[in-house]
Structures are given as C-alpha cells and as structure tokens.
C-alpha cells in the first residue's frame, strides 16, 4: 500500500505559470472510485499531473494525515479546494470518502478559481 501520509497542502501560486495562460482540459487517469483519483491536466502542449483526494477515507489507512484532512473540510466549507503536494504530484483534496462526477467537477472549478483562472477555462474529460 503507498504511504499516502506525504499529502501535504501547497500554495497554488507556486504552481506552473501557465495554467493561467491556457485553456485547460482534465482528464481521468484511473477508476473514478479510487480514493487517491489520478488525472492529467492538459494545456497548449503542456501537461500536470492533478489528482483529487478522498480525504475522508480512513481505511484500511488514512489517505492522508488528520491535519490536512482538515485543511480539507475548512476549504470546501469556505467554498474553495485545498491544494495538496505529494513528491511531483499535485491533487485538490475534496472532504468525501466516495468521489462522484459531480463532486470531481465542483473540485476541479474550485482549483482553477484557487490558481486565478476562469473556470469555464476548465473542461473536465470522465470516460466512464
């Protein structure tokens, strides 16, 4: 099992300049009922890698560590996402234990507002 604990939350100000410069397209990497849901963010040739975290799921193993399972509760009642870093990944942390489409595309506006962009700059690609 991966130790999950190394989430921890990041300034979205230090990420990519150019996430304000592009259209944005997100794409599902992996299964949507995974609690650590991979994704690509795409740009004009330019991609990150942005995952969504269920930061509720606590078993068999916290996701990730109480502190910023909080963070993320305070965010999304203050109607914004924490951002989270992980080694060279970046995720949005949604306070669920079951990520749906609706919720995944909620977190994905909530980033794009938290890195300064439009979010109908955002498209958000599910293949089910």
């Known amino acids: ?15 990519p300049d150019w996430l304000g410069r ?6 599902l990497d992996g299964p949507l009922s995974a609690a650590a849901v991979q994704g690509t963010l795409h740009g004009d040739g330019v991609r990150l890698s942005l ?3 269920c930061a509720d799921v606590a078993y068999p193993a916290p996701v990730v560590p109480e502190l910023t399972r909080r963070c993320c509760h305070l965010a999304w009642h203050h109607g914004e996402v924490s951002v989270l870093e992980r080694d060279d990944r970046i995720a949005v942390g949604v306070p ?13 506006r909530r980033f794009a ?4 962009v ?3 700059q955002v498209k958000v690609l599910i293949r089910l």
């Open 1 to 15: 099992m991966p130790d999950n604990a190394g989430w921890h939350p990041t300034d979205p100000f230090e990420l």
């Open 22 to 27: 592009d259209d944005l397209t997100w794409s």
């Open 51 to 53: 995952d969504v975290i």
């Open 96 to 108: 669920v234990s079951v990520l749906d489409a609706d919720t995944a595309c909620e977190a994905l």
């Open 113 to 116: 507002r938290a890195v300064a």
């Open 118 to 120: 439009e979010p109908a």
